[in-house]
């Protein structure tokens, strides 16, 4: 890589900023690997990178920035995603983590009404207030990584004021702290008592108007279900995506987690995003979310959390070309996990993907995922200047260790955030 830059002909403002003495992991899809330049530089301006290449071809006007820092032959790599949370709720479900150390498994609980069910009615008895000062939490927890984008989920409201005021917060969030928000409207995540054996009837009630309200108001970026045979089925999440469709709302889908329904099918026939969790996908699936360029989304704490055996066929994955991403499903109940760098470690040793694919699957894959990928998640000229630098000898280190967070400056939008 000989280094860009942008054009000669371009405007640009007097200040930049150059981070140099680096080590950088471009993530760069046209570059080997993942796109190493030893004795690298960034060059910033105006929050978007303006040259990312080695320091020896940096252009001269970049040499006088306003301000330069020294990385001192540190790796800086594209600022990390978690390209699926659901961080906000209310609550939590410790008891049920003690129910599956007795032996209970995801259905007995969904079925003895806790699950999902019971983070709802936490969730609904909170006031945005409240909802906010407890995701923080776990928000600050994520950023402390390198973190600079997150997906979050409605879905444990079920019902159309509860969906709305979580997706109100999610936005909240990026104006108590830097951080790019993106949020899924989730409202087909499960049925709640009072329309228990009416599936259908509550999509008609409150998925779909529910849907219209905050897609009017702004608060949706994507619609997103769950399909399985403890929540929607194939045609009622057709029912959904085809009202998303109308509204010009991208979708994506959590699908074969216990089961294969065929809902990657389903997803990649409407060109969703992404297909997430994934364990009991067959090869067919595999080869129709290749084809249609769905990213598969795979969620290690919660295979984790409910100790499962069947992990995704990532072989069959490779074998179709599909993208594969990697994320925390932070969640009360089935992954109650806030450490991108832990998923990426639980990633290479469960389901047995490489140092690369971890990373890739964390940034450049997680950026497509959530339909980002012309903004970020690598580091490349024209992008959002978001990009983590570590205290580390190489990158196989953010994968290797375990409770060990080795970030030494995150840095959003070109500005130093910790």
Aim: hydrophobic share 40%.
């Amino acid at each position: 890589m000989n280094g860009n830059s942008i054009p000669e002909n371009s405007e640009r403002e007097t200040s930049v900023s150059l981070w140099r003495n680096a080590r950088l992991a471009t993530l760069d899809p046209s570059m080997p690997g993942l796109g190493i330049v030893e004795k690298g530089a960034l060059a910033v301006q105006d929050g978007r990178i303006v040259f990312a290449g080695p320091e020896a071809n940096l252009p001269a006007e970049f040499t006088r920035a306003t301000g330069s820092f020294d990385c001192e032959g540190r790796w800086i790599t594209p600022a990390l995603i978690d390209c699926h949370t659901h961080l906000v709720f209310g609550g939590n479900r410790a008891m049920e983590f003690e129910m599956r150390l007795d032996g209970a498994n995801y259905e007995d609980i969904a079925k003895a009404g806790g699950g999902i069910v019971s983070s709802v009615r936490d969730t609904r008895a909170l006031s945005e207030d409240e909802l906010l000062a407890q995701a923080l939490p776990r928000l600050d927890t994520l950023l402390a990584e390198g973190v600079s984008t997150i997906e979050i989920k409605s879905g444990y409201g079920l019902d159309i004021e509860t969906e709305l005021k979580m997706l109100r917060v999610a936005h909240r969030l990026t104006t108590v702290r830097s951080v790019r928000i993106l949020t899924s409207y989730l409202a087909a995540h499960a049925t709640p008592a009072e329309y228990k054996g009416r599936n259908a009837q509550y999509i008609a009630d409150v998925v779909l108007p529910g849907m219209e309200r905050g897609y009017a108001e702004g608060l949706i970026d994507a619609v997103d279900g769950f399909c399985e045979g403890i929540a929607f089925s194939v045609d009622e999440m057709r029912m959904v995506f085809d009202k998303a469709k109308s509204l010009g709302l991208p979708v994506k889908l959590h699908a074969e987690q216990l089961s294969n329904l065929g809902g990657s099918q389903l997803a990649a026939t409407y060109g969703a995003l992404s297909a997430d969790h994934l364990e009991y996908l067959d090869k067919s699936g595999a080869e129709a979310l290749g084809e249609a360029g769905t990213v598969a989304v795979l969620l290690p704490g919660a295979f984790y959390a409910l100790r499962e055996t069947q992990a995704p066929p990532v072989q069959a994955l490779r074998d179709a070309g599909a993208d594969i991403a990697l994320a925390t499903d932070c969640n009360p109940g089935t992954s109650p996990l806030s450490s991108l760098l832990l998923t990426m470690n639980m990633g290479a040793t469960l389901f047995h993907l490489t140092v690369e694919e971890c990373l890739v699957a964390t940034s450049r894959n997680a950026a497509k995922a959530l339909g980002l990928l012309s903004e970020t998640g690598t580091l490349e000229v024209g992008k959002s200047a978001d990009f983590a630098i570590w205290d580390i000898e190489r990158p196989a280190e953010l994968v290797y260790r375990i409770g060990f967070n080795p970030l030494h400056a995150r840095i959003f939008k070109g500005r130093i955030t910790s």
